[in-house]
């Protein structure tokens, strides 16, 4: 009968190779690593580091403060409406909002051109034979329409009121 063939493999030491991969990773990553240096010292340079160590130095104290200050009632309506004002945002065809984002700039400059002086009655009257204003006042109206109706019917559908 066949005898069986002894077959042993060396040990390993995992520390032996760690210590010849740790060797040669400077010339394989000569400059992945000088990148990071340069990182390194740009945050140092700007103070980051310094900020870091605080931070780690306090403890949960810079974390509680923070979120201390996320749970105050302001804060929640703050976030709150900054949703609002991002799904209003996206509602918004780009092409009016680029006719306003357009306009407030010219309007801004067209009043301070005019002067510190108020129009008189007669240069009001005569404004509203302008085709532009009679528009502007339309959509102006109309978006005060839109939130009156809004904002009246919120106020009496809420309870206590």
Do not use: C
């Amino acid at each position: 009968m066949a005898k069986p063939i002894p077959f042993e493999l060396p040990r390993r030491d995992p520390r032996e190779e760690l210590g010849s991969r740790l060797q040669s990773a400077p010339l394989e990553h000569a400059e992945a690593l000088l990148a990071g240096y340069e990182v390194l010292q740009g945050l140092h340079d700007e103070g980051v580091l310094e900020l870091l160590r605080g931070v780690l130095g306090s403890g949960g104290k810079v974390l509680e403060t923070a979120t201390e200050a996320a749970r105050a009632p302001e804060s929640v309506r703050a976030i709150r409406n900054l949703l609002i004002l991002g799904k209003t945002l996206g509602e918004i065809d780009p092409d009016l909002f680029d006719g306003f984002a357009l306009a407030l700039p010219e309007a801004m400059r067209q009043a301070k051109a005019e002067g510190k002086e108020p129009p008189g009655f007669m240069a009001i009257l005569n404004k509203f034979r302008s085709k532009d204003l009679r528009r502007g006042l339309v959509a102006v109206n109309s978006l005060l329409e839109a939130w009156g109706r809004h904002f009246f019917s919120e106020a009496q559908s809420q309870p206590g009121k």
